[in-house]
């Protein structure tokens, strides 16, 4: 028996995990259908848990909460990226000084404190992993100290006696030559950002290894971001592999990419242990009505879930199916 149902888009959040049991790979269709949750409680918990998405080197993403001088802080960020450009995490500039501080080139972190000269690291965080980065220093004595993952990679002093200017411009994604503005996209950010984070006062091993969500400068928050360009929010876990996402780029589960223009109906994910698989999700490719660039590109208008006998099938009008 088929029912067609009208779902209200936000509370259709398909995601994908593995699990391992015995040896074989199993694959699971985690529902983040929302029951019970109010509008407002799903709007505030995409606000603060939710991803960016950037997928084009135009896009950018600027914080507008103010930033006030610091004579000591710690900002962290979660990323996951596989591009090979000298992506820019964190561009932070006041009138004079368009490099205040400035986290850029995923390949080889470069650490930027008011305008002094760069440390080059050594450090590549674009393996298409999900990655927590935090980077702590210090006037006193110019001491900073670069965490990937909760442990200390790189470490140095410079900037001593420094003291960071309020009332700048905060991007993330974008590295600024001028006060806001002045882009360059072969230093533009492209993958997934994540729960940025900023303090004023050095956070200590214990606390950066927990991973903490709020900041006392610099609280992650969507309503806080002004957004310009094609990047996509999305309420997911940054460390989930498999997406599918744009016009359109894959993720597979162990986090390779790619990118693909095809009109078909196409296997995303499937149980591979039987002819008739038990699990599987297709979707369905056509062309974008609203592409003017002259490039063929297509997107998915019709997902189809399959689960033993049974089904669900979304189509771009959020009809479901089943």
């Known amino acids: 028996?088929?029912?067609?149902?009208?779902?209200?888009?936000?509370?259709?959040?398909?995601?994908?995990?593995?699990?391992?049991?015995?040896?074989?790979?199993?694959?699971?269709?985690?529902?983040?259908?929302?029951?019970?949750?109010?509008?407002?409680?799903?709007?505030?918990?995409?606000?603060?848990?939710?991803?960016?998405?950037?997928?084009?080197?135009?896009?950018?993403?600027?914080?507008?909460?103010?930033?006030?001088?610091?004579?000591?802080?710690?900002?962290?960020?979660m990323i996951n990226s596989s591009s090979t450009n000298d992506g820019t995490l964190i561009s932070y500039a006041v009138p004079g000084d368009f490099n205040e501080l400035l986290l850029y080139d995923y390949g080889n972190l470069k650490i930027v404190i008011d305008d002094h000269e760069s440390h080059t690291t050594g450090i590549s965080v674009n393996d298409g992993r999900c990655r927590h980065i935090c980077v702590t220093w210090t006037s006193t004595t110019g001491r900073y100290e670069l965490y990937l993952d909760g442990v200390v990679v790189a470490n140095g002093n410079f900037a001593q006696g420094a003291t960071l200017q309020g009332g700048g411009s905060l991007y993330l994604g974008q590295e600024q030559d001028s006060f806001g503005g002045s882009f360059d996209t072969h230093q533009a950010f492209v993958g997934q950002i994540t729960k940025f984070n900023m303090w004023g006062r050095v956070l200590s091993e214990q606390e950066i290894t927990a991973q903490p969500d709020y900041g006392d400068i610099y609280s992650w928050d969507f309503s806080t971001l002004s957004m310009t360009g094609s990047e996509v929010k999305r309420l997911v876990n940054i460390c989930d592999g498999g997406s599918v996402i744009g016009d359109p780029h894959f993720t597979t589960l162990d986090g390779r990419h790619y990118s693909h223009q095809g009109v078909c109906w196409y296997t995303l994910v499937k149980d591979c242990s039987n002819v008739?698989?038990?699990?599987?999700?297709?979707?369905?490719?056509?062309?974008?009505?609203?592409?003017?660039?002259?490039?063929?590109?297509?997107?998915?208008?019709?997902?189809?879930?399959?689960?033993?006998?049974?089904?669900?099938?979304v189509d771009k009008l959020d009809v479901v199916t089943m």
């Open 1 to 77: 028996m088929r029912k067609a149902v009208k779902l209200p888009v936000p509370y259709i959040v398909p995601m994908l995990c593995a699990c391992k049991t015995q040896g074989d790979l199993r694959l699971v269709a985690k529902s983040s259908t929302f029951h019970g949750t109010t509008d407002k409680e799903l709007q505030k918990r995409e606000y603060r848990d939710g991803l960016i998405d950037i997928v084009d080197t135009d896009s950018r993403i600027k914080v507008a909460t103010p930033i006030p001088d610091m004579t000591e802080m710690t900002y962290c960020i």
């Open 276 to 313: 008739k698989p038990d699990f599987k999700i297709i979707a369905k490719f056509e062309p974008r009505e609203d592409n003017n660039s002259g490039e063929f590109k297509t997107r998915v208008i019709a997902i189809n879930i399959t689960v033993g006998d049974e089904y669900a099938n």
